[in-house]
């Protein structure tokens, strides 16, 4: 079974530049989330996708972030303009139910 | 937003030797997930707690949910090299969103 892909896994950028990251999920899991996660520090969850529509995004730093999950399979997260502060990782996992199964992550350096 | 405090923060061991990691909130939780995550990879669960009281044993790590559904913990026998990583637990207060803790850094030295 073929796990959670996401590219790109480096991305630098400087800040106020724009940047995407892509997530596809394994195949039937219904739930997906995007977490950032801080270097040593804990995954804090972005938002959460049920099939194509939003669970919770009450973290999402809604005037520089967005998300979507296309006919829900594949999902993009946004930054626009990019801080120097949203340089982490950005996580996608997807979940059949309560376990949740991780990619590899997008390491993104605002400079 | 559901605060998960690990301790502690950073843990270096030689090969062999037993420790313990805390995962302390103030918040009842419905399900609580460890899982380990290796440097350039997403986290990997471990196991899954949903009963208060509730132990379980994964080869030499134990995993505990306290009876009030608040607290676990994750003790290894003699670790082993193999073991190093980060070391989170994540809490569901119900569902399937999970908050996760601080996080836990260990290393075991051969």
Known sequence: ?111 | TQLLEQSPQFLSIQEGENLTVYCNSSSVFSSLQWYRQEPGEGPVLLVTVVTGGEVKKLKRLTFQFGDARKDSSLHITAAQPGDTGLYLCAGAPGGNQFYFGTGTSLTVIP
């Open chain 1, 1 to 111: 079974e073929a796990g959670v892909a996401q590219s790109p896994r480096y991305k630098i950028i400087e800040k106020r530049q724009s940047v995407a990251f892509w997530c596809n999920p394994i195949s039937g899991h219904a739930t997906l989330y995007w977490y950032q996660q801080i270097l040593g520090q804990g995954p804090k969850l972005l938002i959460q996708f049920q099939n194509n529509g939003v669970v919770d995004d009450s973290q999402l730093p809604k005037d520089r972030f967005s998300a979507e999950r296309l006919k829900g399979v594949d999902s993009t997260l946004k930054i626009q303009p990019a801080k120097l502060e949203d340089s982490a990782v950005y996580l996608c996992a997807s979940s059949p139910a309560y376990e949740q199964f991780f990619g590899p992550g997008t390491r993104l350096t605002v400079l």
